[in-house]
T-cell receptor
């Protein structure tokens, strides 16, 4: 099983749509969870941390289900500028607190 | 807003040559990292550095790689004898605390080994 698994997409959605990304992780000892976004040939940029209770930042909502080892990201009212690759990231592998493990990313294109 | 900076943005080198990639982490951060991303692949951890020593390293970080914090601001990655397969984007990151929380990435150095 891959350490962090994401649907690669691509997701092509019209402006204003709501889109959801899912991610599963294999390391049950992971304690930190994030969504990063990466534009083509650029660095990963932190979008948001994911907390057990779920959290929201404007149009973005992240959820964590530790029992299922599942993380989600919901984007409401998509903008053209949301077009990017969204990376699910957890700390780990097992026993490692400082090392981040990245998923392969889900590509999103928001269409006018 | 403080940010991680990296130089050069692009480095071309011949196989077998040594390269040094440079990073200036965010000034009050305590943990520093190197990651790499081969074109079309996912971001991979190389090494973490804290209190002037390596905290963790991956299998990729073999004897050809080394890291150093030569002064109070710079953090460097050296590859002693580059191979074709070292061609990748190398990202430096830093974080203010332990636990792998909120790591902030620099813009990367694209290394091309010919």
């Amino acid at each position: 099983r891959k350490e962090v698994e994401q649907d690669p997409g691509p997701f092509n959605v019209p402006e204003g749509a709501t889109v959801a990304f899912n991610c599963t992780y294999s390391n049950s000892a992971s304690q930190s969870f994030f969504w990063y976004r990466q534009d083509c040939r650029k660095e990963p940029k932190l979008l948001m941390s994911v907390y057990s209770s779920g959290n929201e930042d404007g149009r973005f909502t992240a959820q964590l289900n530790r029992a299922s080892q599942y993380i989600s990201l919901l984007i409401r009212d998509s903008k053209l500028s949301d077009s990017a690759t969204y990376l699910c990231v957890v700390n780990g592998p097992s026993g490692s607190a400082r090392q981040l493990t990245f998923g392969s990313g889900t590509q999103l294109t928001v269409l006018p | 807003e403080p940010e991680v900076t990296q130089t050069p943005s692009h480095q071309v080198t011949q196989m077998g040559q040594e390269v040094i990639l440079r990073c200036v982490p965010i000034s009050n951060h305590l943990y520093f990292y190197w990651y790499r991303q081969i074109l079309g692949q996912k971001v991979e951890f190389l090494v973490s550095f804290y209190n002037n020593e390596i905290s963790e390293k991956s299998e990729i970080f073999d004897d050809q790689f080394s890291v150093e914090r030569p002064d109070g601001s710079n953090f460097t990655l050296k590859i002693r004898s580059t191979k074709l397969e070292d061609s990748a984007m190398y990202f430096c990151a830093s974080s203010p605390s332990s636990g792998g929380r909120e790591q902030y990435f620099g813009p990367g150095t694209r290394l091309t080994v010919t």
